[in-house]
């Protein structure tokens, strides 16, 4: 079975650095993805780990420990365009699905 | 370059109709895949066409069916319209058969009363 979990609401301050986790049980695993959407607009791709570690680009990093199921998203220097829901996905051993989470809703305060 | 796009934006349907949903994908990719989003949830994957094949499933019964066309562009269509089928639609586009990395469209917004 597929189970992914990351809190439904997070709430920050403009400037400020939000973490947003994420975990995990999969029967298969091919990458641990994250896309970002604003309401009423499509997806986007921010990252993937697939390896264990910590990948940064720019003001965005996300971690993966696969030992653990677990995944994080770091958010620097928060600003009020990055109040959006934040999607958690795994994908499966052929590559070609996305298990998504629930998406976290993550409102940006001035 | 062009993105992803999906046709109609929003309809409305009753119980029983049927329903057909157009993605055109992002210059350059050969894939798409159709993913049901609904409101307050995460997307959930319907299917992915590569090569106009069929190559993969979620877990949606058969009356859920799709197409892709030589140009890479893509149907999904819908049968027997029930109340739960109300959704977010989205049609994503990538490069190759065996990559998560997707671009998505905005979506069809569909609501069945």
């Not at chain 1, 365009?81 to 994908?91: E, P, Q």
């Amino acid at each position: 079975g597929q189970n992914i979990d990351q809190p439904t609401e997070m709430t920050a301050t403009e400037g400020a650095i939000v973490q947003i986790n994420c975990t995990y049980q999969t029967s298969g695993f091919n990458g641990l993805f994250w896309y970002q959407q604003h309401a009423g607009e499509a997806p986007t791709f921010l990252s993937y780990n697939v390896l264990d570690g910590l990948e940064e680009k720019g003001r965005f990093s996300s971690f993966l420990s696969r030992s653990k199921g677990y995944s994080y998203l770091l958010l620097k220097e928060l600003q009020m365009k990055d109040s959006a829901s934040y999607l958690c996905a795994v994908g499966n051993n052929a590559g070609n699905m996305l298990t998504f989470g629930g998406g976290t809703r993550l409102m940006v305060k001035p | 370059e062009t993105g992803v796009t999906q046709s109609p934006t929003h309809l409305i349907k009753t119980r029983g109709q049927q329903v057909t949903l157009r993605c055109s994908s992002q210059s350059g990719h050969n894939t798409v895949s159709w993913y049901q989003q609904a409101l307050g949830q995460g997307p959930q994957f319907i299917f992915q066409y590569y090569r106009e094949e069929e190559n993969g499933r979620g877990n949606f019964p058969p009356r859920f069916s799709g197409l892709q066309f030589p140009n890479y562009s893509s149907e999904l269509n819908v049968n027997a319209l029930e109340l739960d089928d109300s959704a977010l639609y989205l049609c994503a586009s990538s490069l190759g058969e065996s990559t998560n990395v997707l671009t998505f469209g905005a979506g069809s917004r569909l609501t069945v009363l």
